[in-house]
């Protein structure tokens, strides 16, 4: 890929490992974008075993010791909104998607977000390229061809701007030590390089990617899908959302179709 830089490589190289080792888990998005299910923790017997703690000792070991009282039971405390069993099971997703995108993903806040970070690292040099599906409303293009190669040479511009500019900070800087000006680089993180990323970094679009691990609960997760993919979601965070969707599906798939369940009979009562 043109134009790239080291940081940016080291993810393709990682992406690229990842959808090897486990291909069953991970999902490329758009030209640039990824997710992966890297782990959960409990099942669908967690739940069970969770919400009848108050009244047995009974405990099933897995999912494959499920009862049709069982999957009845799982039902009905979904259908009836009994949070906190569903509080147990936990997911840990990575995923690399555009920064416009995670604007609208943290404010499902009840969950734990790691975020590259252009402070210490510099900026994966990628912009989003919407393709036609994502340009098109009804099948009529609101950004034609025109304007989308316009929108790509201007994000490769900033890119570029970042990288000459950070080039030249870190020339001036090891000017100054050499001139004795500014102090010897001591050990750990160079405090002129690092405020030079800070400031540098403000130039970076919405479109650029960055690169984020999830934690999150089941009920918060549900929440998630609940609103994410919906058809009125943004065509972006939906493409996410559904490939999330069809990882856990895949993971945990007496869960996936009891919640798919309870959400269609909720929109079919509320219309």
């Given at each position: 890929m043109?134009?790239?830089?080291?940081?940016?490589?080291?993810i393709?190289a990682?992406?690229?490992?990842?959808l090897?080792?486990?291909?069953?888990g991970?999902?490329?998005i758009?030209?640039?974008?990824f997710?992966e299910l890297?782990?959960t923790?409990?099942d669908?017997?967690?739940?069970?075993?969770?919400?009848?703690i108050s009244s047995?000792n009974?405990?099933l070991?897995?999912?494959?010791d499920?009862?049709e009282?069982?999957?009845a039971l799982?039902?009905?405390l979904?259908?009836?909104?009994?949070?906190?069993p569903?509080?147990?099971v936990y997911?840990?997703?990575r995923f690399i998607?555009?920064?416009?995108v995670l604007?609208?993903?943290v404010?499902?806040r009840?969950?734990?977000?790691?975020?590259?970070?252009?402070r210490y690292?510099k900026?994966?040099s990628?912009?989003y390229?919407p393709d036609?599906?994502?340009?098109?409303?009804?099948?009529?293009?609101v950004?034609?061809?025109q304007a989308l190669?316009?929108?790509?040479a201007?994000m490769k511009?900033?890119?570029?701007w970042?990288?000459s500019?950070y080039?030249?900070a870190?020339?001036?800087?090891?000017?100054?030590r050499?001139?004795?000006?500014?102090p010897?680089?001591s050990g750990g993180r160079?405090p002129y390089?690092?405020?030079a990323?800070?400031?540098?970094?403000?130039?970076?679009?919405v479109?650029a990617?960055?690169?984020v691990?999830w934690?999150v609960n089941?009920?918060?997760l549900m929440n998630?899908f609940?609103l994410r993919r919906?058809?009125d979601?943004?065509?972006?965070?939906?493409?996410?959302?559904?490939?999330?969707f069809?990882?856990?599906?895949a993971?945990?798939?007496?869960?996936?179709?009891?919640m798919q369940?309870v959400?269609?009979?909720?929109?079919?009562s509320?219309?």
């Amino acid at each position: 890929m043109e134009g790239i830089n080291k940081a940016t490589a080291e993810i393709i190289a990682e992406m690229e490992q990842r959808l090897a080792l486990n291909p069953e888990g991970t999902r490329r998005i758009g030209n640039f974008g990824f997710i992966e299910l890297e782990e959960t923790w409990g099942d669908e017997a967690t739940i069970i075993n969770t919400a009848r703690i108050s009244s047995t000792n009974q405990r099933l070991h897995s999912r494959n010791d499920f009862s049709e009282r069982d999957n009845a039971l799982l039902y009905q405390l979904l259908r009836d909104e009994h949070g906190t069993p569903f509080e147990t099971v936990y997911f840990r997703y990575r995923f690399i998607a555009p920064i416009f995108v995670l604007r609208q993903w943290v404010k499902h806040r009840i969950s734990s977000w790691n975020e590259f970070s252009m402070r210490y690292r510099k900026p994966i040099s990628v912009a989003y390229i919407p393709d036609l599906e994502a340009r098109c409303v009804d099948g009529f293009p609101v950004v034609d061809d025109q304007a989308l190669g316009e929108y790509e040479a201007l994000m490769k511009q900033l890119f570029a701007w970042y990288e000459s500019q950070y080039l030249s900070a870190c020339q001036r800087i090891d000017s100054a030590r050499e001139q004795g000006t500014l102090p010897a680089k001591s050990g750990g993180r160079d405090p002129y390089r690092g405020r030079a990323r800070e400031l540098l970094r403000n130039a970076m679009p919405v479109a650029a990617y960055s690169d984020v691990y999830w934690t999150v609960n089941f009920r918060s997760l549900m929440n998630f899908f609940k609103l994410r993919r919906k058809a009125d979601a943004q065509h972006e965070i939906r493409q996410y959302a559904d490939a999330a969707f069809a990882l856990f599906a895949a993971r945990l798939p007496l869960l996936a179709r009891t919640m798919q369940r309870v959400l269609d009979e909720t929109e079919r009562s509320s219309a």
